[in-house]
RNA sequence: GGUCGAGUAGCUCAGUCGGCAGAGCAUACGCCUGAAAAGCGUAGGGUCACCGGAUCGACGCCGGUCUCGACCA
């Protein structure tokens, strides 16, 4: 079998464009997307989900996977990653993944160990953060993990609590889980990059989110919180949904939250680059003027 | 033309009695194993509008100049 081809890179690099060209060419390609966002239903327009065209031109997988009200979360995602992956190599097809979620993408290349959860230790832990601060959580976690513990931030609750919930949920230290997200051993994917100059990328991210208030981005988000189950904590925090939401309740001005949300994507993005660059695995392509044109040959000699 | 107010980091602004120039945001860099479009950390960055004066010492006090704003003519 030959490696998969993944193409990744920071939102409103093109990446998209890119499969799909790919897969207009190859007869027998499905795309896979490893998108963190893209999994809830009807958040189309602010998560730039492919169109209906492009979804009735080549199959695309692990999209529209959850209720706007359901939390969301990477095991899941894994998953229904799996089982997209292994129908498609079962049907003889071939996959294409279109990747913008570092974390998620590299729980699909890289087989992880993934601990459960232990949600009665994460409420006393939870608790414990509020009355006491991650701090103290961290020095225990020292004592217990000292490995896990080293590589987090003693302030960074959300990931001291896991890991703590992990270690005393299980009895196994956090850190015994896999080899670590530094390790990044061969893997039968073909990871190809799509790179450009911040200013060009922000310009892009700019013209994107006016595109998509003029697509009634702001409607979409008033059905949204129209329906009776709502939105849930994970889905909320979508970019270009948390400003809206922040604009509809009075908060901000329209002009306003446009401008937020433009930050913040290219904020995003750059952390985007940041989890990506890291990888030696990936191949980068330094992008001039038109993405479809300039990957493509590279795909073509990767596949 | 006159009066008053303002001018300090890329932006918005603190700065006590004259004693090493500050914050938030932005930017750069790093971290991350069931919230990851989330979360956390580190760093760089200054002609304190300008010129002069008094003082051991000025962002601060005194004199003048410039720019912006408000009000009065």
Not at 294 to 301: G, Y
């Amino acid at each position: 079998m030959n490696d998969l081809l993944v193409v990744l890179g920071p939102t409103a690099s093109g990446k998209s464009d890119v499969a799909m060209a790919f897969a207009a060419r190859h007869a027998r390609s499905e795309i896979v997307v490893v998108d963190a966002m893209q999994v809830y239903r009807r958040m189309d327009i602010g998560t730039a989900k492919p169109s209906a065209a492009d979804r009735a031109a080549v199959p695309h997988h692990a999209l529209d996977l959850a209720e706007p009200s359901d939390e969301y979360a990477l095991a899941t995602y894994v998953r229904a990653a799996g089982t997209a992956l292994a129908d498609i190599d079962e049907r003889g097809a071939r996959a294409v993944l279109v990747a913008g979620t570092g974390l998620y993408l590299r729980a699909v290349t890289d087989p992880m160990d993934m601990p459960g959860r232990w949600p009665e230790q994460r409420a006393v832990l939870e608790a414990r953060v509020l009355a006491e601060g991650s701090e103290v959580l961290h020095r225990e976690l020292t004592s217990l993990d000292p490995v896990a513990a080293g590589r987090m931030e003693p302030g960074n609750a959300r990931r001291v609590v896991r890991a703590m919930e992990v270690t005393l949920g299980s009895g196994r230290p956090f850190s015994s889980y896999g080899p670590g997200l530094d390790q990044y051993p061969a893997v039968p994917f073909r990871l190809v990059g799509l790179r450009w100059p911040r200013p060009t990328l922000a310009e892009r991210i700019a013209a994107r989110v006016h595109r998509m208030i003029a697509a009634n981005l702001v409607g979409e988000v008033e059905s949204l919180l129209a329906e009776p189950a709502g939105l849930s904590r994970t889905a909320r925090q979508a970019l270009g949904y948390k400003e809206i939401i922040a604009h509809l309740e009075g908060e901000c001005s329209l002009d306003e939250a446009v401008d937020t949300v433009i930050l913040r994507t290219r904020q995003f993005a750059v952390r985007q680059e940041r989890w990506f660059r890291r990888d030696p695995r990936i191949r980068w392509v330094d992008i001039e003027h038109d993405p479809v044109a300039e990957v493509l040959p590279v795909l073509e000699s990767a596949s």
